[in-house]
């Protein structure tokens, strides 16, 4: 059996903030307007995994009220989300990712970033893909105002500890 989920998250950009994608620092003069260090990326991806096991959301159990998450990189997060789904007996199989940015060109950073998330999900670099796009100028992230991430999983469920 499979499950699939899928992952959305959007932040607000400000000038002289750092700008984290997968856990990758950009190099960029605008940043995330967040709680935590605003990596849109792996917030999609964190809610793509909870989604495909019905977990709830990426704020169901990493609340933003909680001092605790201030300027918390969100690789800490995604570890602890994939203890998780340890126990819930699923293993992942292949993510897809898109980024909506205007700037800077996410393409110099694309062979790193799906590095670094295959490493800390433990796949293959087959099998975590991460497209880019731009919003062609137009809306707060063509305007240079927001970031976006669209991310969507598919995990499958060991039989032996779910039997149907
Ligand atoms: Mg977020």
Not at 14 to 22: D, I, Q, R, T, V
Not at 46 to 52: K, M, Q, W
Not at 116 to 143: C, F, N, Q, W, Y
Request: with cysteine; hydrophobic share 45%; net charge negative.
């Amino acid at each position: 059996m499979h499950r699939i989920g899928q992952g959305y998250d959007l932040h607000r950009l400000a000038s002289g903030l750092p700008l984290f994608l997968g856990g990758i620092p950009l190099d960029s003069p605008v940043g995330c307007v967040a709680h935590s260090d605003g990596d849109v990326l792996l917030h999609a991806l964190i809610d793509a995994l909870l989604g495909a096991c019905a977990l709830g959301d990426i704020g169901d159990h990493f609340p933003p009220s909680d001092p605790q998450y201030r300027g918390v990189s969100s690789l800490v997060l995604l570890v602890q989300v994939l203890k998780l789904l340890k126990n819930c007996s699923v293993t992942l199989i292949n993510l897809d990712a898109t980024v909506f940015l205007e700037s800077p060109k996410l393409y110099p950073y694309k062979r790193q970033i799906r590095e670094k998330l295959a490493d800390v999900l433990g796949l293959p670099l087959d099998r975590v893909s991460l497209k880019a796009k731009t919003m062609e100028g137009l809306g707060s992230i063509g305007h240079q105002e927001a970031i976006a991430a669209m991310v969507t999983v598919l995990l499958q469920v060991d039989e032996a500890q779910n039997p149907s």
